[in-house]
């Protein structure tokens, strides 16, 4: 091969592989149309607000592959509806060109409860937005804080900060309105203790000290003998207090006896109560059964 290239003239070698050159060189130019599928261009159709397979079958008719990209949450659409397509809708591109989708989240996704406990509603509302969390019934209780959240409920029932739930639920609240109108200090002598603070919650008064004597241990089945305060002042008034006050109670094993000719003159236990020592014992705001 080397003497056939060395027996001929250095001018024939030079034309030859000039000629060679634009020989390849045009091959490559004319086949770059082909390569590239030049002039094999088409228009992205619109799937937009289509299902997935719709626009499955939609691109695939009009020779595009489809890509699922992303996926988002947003409950005013439809399951696995469309939302975003890259191409959009009516570019001009090659018709080998993947058409890239993002679709709507067929089950929402799931995000931690915060703590919006001591929020203002307002502040409450802004949170539960930001985690796509929708506010559901607000229900005011009479309390000193005004418009501040007291409770936040799920399904009617109190939601703790962390538990995870579906994005766009709803959460309802339970916000203070402020001191309100003064209530009557109920009568609580005679009362279990859970009777007694079912009516201190039923007139939005909360539970102060709880104390015990005569060697009480089931705290839910015993009986209030005293309370403070008294449900009359010393000239035989009813006493009255402001939403969200406090009452103290003691309790014992025994059902007291009130004595009803003595409305004017505070609680009074009959005689038939038996007397109870001054060894009594202080229990937390909150005890256990």
Request: proline share 6%; net charge positive.
């Amino acid at each position: 091969m080397f003497k056939f290239i060395t027996s001929r003239p250095l001018w024939v070698n030079i034309v030859a592989g000039v000629t060679l050159a634009l020989a390849l060189f045009s091959a490559v130019i004319l086949s770059l149309g082909w390569l590239t599928h030049h002039n094999d261009a088409k228009t992205v159709p619109s799937v937009l607000g289509k299902t997935l397979p719709q626009a499955e079958k939609i691109l695939s008719d009009a020779g595009f592959s489809i890509e699922v990209q992303d996926s988002v949450y947003i409950d005013s659409l439809k399951p696995l509806q469309v939302v975003r397509q890259i191409p959009d809708e009516l570019d001009v591109v090659k018709s080998t060109r993947t058409v890239y989708l993002t679709i709507n989240r067929a089950v929402p996704p799931l995000v931690e409860m915060p703590n919006i406990i001591g929020y203002s509603l307002r502040s409450a509302e802004l949170t539960l937005q930001n985690l796509r969390l929708k506010l559901g019934d607000t229900t005011f209780k009479p309390d000193f804080a005004k418009n501040s959240v007291l409770q936040q409920l799920y399904n009617g029932v109190d939601i703790q900060p962390g538990a995870k739930i579906r994005e766009g639920s709803k959460i309802d609240l339970v916000v203070g309105n402020g001191l309100g109108t003064s209530v009557s200090v109920p009568n609580l002598i005679g009362l279990t203790f859970g009777d007694a603070k079912a009516v201190l919650e039923g007139k939005g008064l909360g539970l102060g000290s709880v104390i015990t004597s005569g060697g009480v241990t089931d705290t839910l089945n015993a009986f209030v003998y005293r309370q403070s305060p008294d449900r009359f002042d010393i000239d035989g008034t009813p006493r009255t207090i402001r939403p969200g006050q406090i009452v103290d109670i003691w309790l014992s094993l025994e059902r007291p006896v009130v004595d009803s000719t003595s409305a004017g003159n505070g609680n009074k236990i009959d005689s038939s109560h038996t007397v109870h020592k001054d060894s009594t014992k202080k229990t937390s705001n909150i005890p256990k059964p």
